[in-house]
């Protein structure tokens, strides 16, 4: 018989390449969407299944072979800042090359969501989450921005899983009509987003790219009150999402 493994030893081995899924609702998406789970810890195992038996009971027993109690001060040894749910994880990331064969394929059955040059971490895991909920097929990011940044999947609530997460250069985009928004482009009540499109949204600071621009097919807008500076950048995707789905496409 085979000792046991000790999971924060395997912790410390394999946090340098990991994905951090910090907190519970982190850990439950990863599993939901088949992640391949290397350790998970829990400074409250009993309180951690309680969660599961209330919020997700579909992977409830996988949570409880996964979990390991460990004391408090060793969990938040393992992570930048605490969880409330004292509960952290890690993943195996998904393969690139995997990722670029899904964000390739054609023809598309949803949209790929594009973020050039996204500077705010929060605001970038915010629209993985959307993202994921909405069905796309992917979001990129150009940049500097590691949109497997562990601040990102906190905010995306672990739902990278869920969908294709890569950053790439602005000329390595999919292919597909690029719908870029831009104060300057037509109201998008008037346009029906196609399937295949990437939808590209520019940085909360400077707007889009010169490449991005250039590369662009269609400038859409978003209505918007005058003298109202912009939108916040995950509010933009949700409401171009949302016009995507009513005027024809729709969640899986």
């Not at 030893?9 to 391949?36: I, Y």
């Not at 973020?115 to 959307?130: F, K, W």
């Not at 707007?207 to 500076?229: C, K, N, T, Y």
Request: a negative charge; glycine letters at 8%; proline letters at 9%.
């Amino acid at each position: 018989m085979t000792d046991p493994v000790d999971p924060v030893a395997l912790w410390h081995r394999q946090s340098g390449t990991a994905v951090l899924l910090d907190g519970f609702h982190a850990l439950k998406h990863a599993v939901r969407f088949r992640a391949e789970v290397l350790a998970a810890v829990t400074a409250d195992r009993a309180a951690a299944l309680a969660l599961a038996d209330e919020l997700a009971p579909d992977v409830r027993d996988t949570l409880a072979t996964l979990l390991t109690e460990v004391p408090y001060g060793t969990y938040a040894s393992l992570v930048p800042r605490p969880h409330p749910t004292a509960v952290a994880a890690l993943a195996v990331r998904p393969s690139r090359a995997g990722n670029l064969e899904k964000l390739a394929r054609t023809p598309r059955t949803a949209p790929v969501v594009v973020l050039d040059n996204p500077r705010n971490l929060g605001n970038a895991g915010a629209v993985i989450r959307l993202a994921a909920g909405f069905g796309v097929t992917g979001v990129v990011t150009t940049g500097t921005l590691d949109p497997w940044h562990p601040t990102v999947v906190r905010g995306g609530a672990g739902l990278h899983f869920a969908t294709a997460v890569e950053r790439l250069a602005a000329g390595e985009l999919p292919p597909g009509p690029v719908f870029a928004l831009d104060p300057e482009g037509e109201d998008i009540r008037g346009t029906e987003l196609p399937d295949d499109a990437l939808l590209a949204f520019g940085s909360e600071r400077s707007g889009l790219s010169p490449e991005l621009r250039a590369r662009a097919d269609h400038l859409i807008a978003l209505p918007m009150r005058p003298q109202v500076s912009s939108y916040n950048l995950a509010t933009s995707v949700a409401m171009t999402l949302y016009h995507w789905s009513a005027t024809g496409g729709a969640p899986a």
